[in-house]
T-cell receptor
Framework: LAKTTQPISMDSYEGQEVNITCSHN???????ITWYQQFPSQGPRFIIQ???TKVTNEVASLFIPADRKSSTLSLPRVSLSDTAVYYC???????????FGTGTRLQVFP | DADVTQTPRNRITKTGKRIMLECSQT?????MYWYRQDPGLGLRLIYY???????NKGEISDGYSVSRQAQAKFSLSLESAIPNQTALYFC???????????FGSGTRLTVV
């Protein structure tokens, strides 16, 4: 399974766009990139998943360059409730298990 | 009702005691997982199961055992609890789709 590297923490203010970048230099051809959000004392929650280029849903956008060695989770106009830990994971479409890193702790200030 | 239900939500037990954490799901997924999370750290995989007859060790299976009683139920046991097993435990399910994993709300276990 490809190893991922993310910033340990990030700070932002309400209303700003937040971009969290993840490096995954040894991503395999059949690996997808998935992002999860975790609030304190809760289980991680699926945010978005993509393979290449750009994916957008009602919560976030995921940008993946052509070489797929990195990806960027974009959260538009964050609010205080977006304060959480965000995990980037890579794995095959039918990957049997997910390995979590330490994630990025996002703190949103008023 | 939650898609993935874990019981108990909180538990305090003594060193050396046997304890079982239970997980049930209504997603209809074949694959189930147990993760452990220590304060300030990411999740580490303990065991996972692809179906009732399939059990696999994860990163940190020592000191733990599991039982897949049915497609919907996956239990984690600590045969002889020790203090460094104090952690937040999560159960998760998945299927071969693009919705990712669904996690339960967690069980906070304290071993004294």
């Amino acid at each position: 399974l490809a190893k991922t590297t993310q910033p340990i923490s990030m700070d932002s203010y309400e209303g700003q766009e937040v971009n969290i970048t993840c490096s995954h230099n040894n991503i395999a051809t059949n690996d997808y990139i998935t992002w999860y959000q975790q609030f304190p004392s809760q289980g991680p929650r699926f945010i978005i998943q993509g393979y290449k280029t750009k994916v957008t849903n009602e919560v976030a956008s995921l940008f993946i360059p052509a070489d797929r060695k990195s990806s960027t989770l974009s959260l538009p106009r964050v609010s205080l409730s977006d304060t959480a830990v965000y995990y980037c994971l890579v794995g095959g479409y039918n990957t049997d298990k997910l390995i979590f890193g330490t994630g990025t702790r996002l703190q949103v200030f008023p | 009702d939650a898609d993935v239900t874990q019981t108990p939500r909180n538990r305090i037990t003594k060193t050396g005691k046997r304890i079982m954490l239970e997980c049930s799901q209504t997603k209809g997924h074949d694959r189930m997982y147990w993760y452990r999370q220590d304060p300030g750290l990411g999740l580490r995989l303990i065991y996972y199961s692809f179906d009732v007859k399939d059990i696999n060790k994860g990163e940190i299976s020592d000191g733990y055992s599991v039982s897949r009683q049915a497609q919907a139920k996956f239990s984690l046991s600590l045969e002889s609890a020790i203090p460094n097993q104090t952690a937040l435990y999560f159960c998760a399910t998945s299927d071969l789709d693009r919705e990712g994993y669904t996690f339960g709300s967690g069980t906070r276990l304290t071993v004294v």
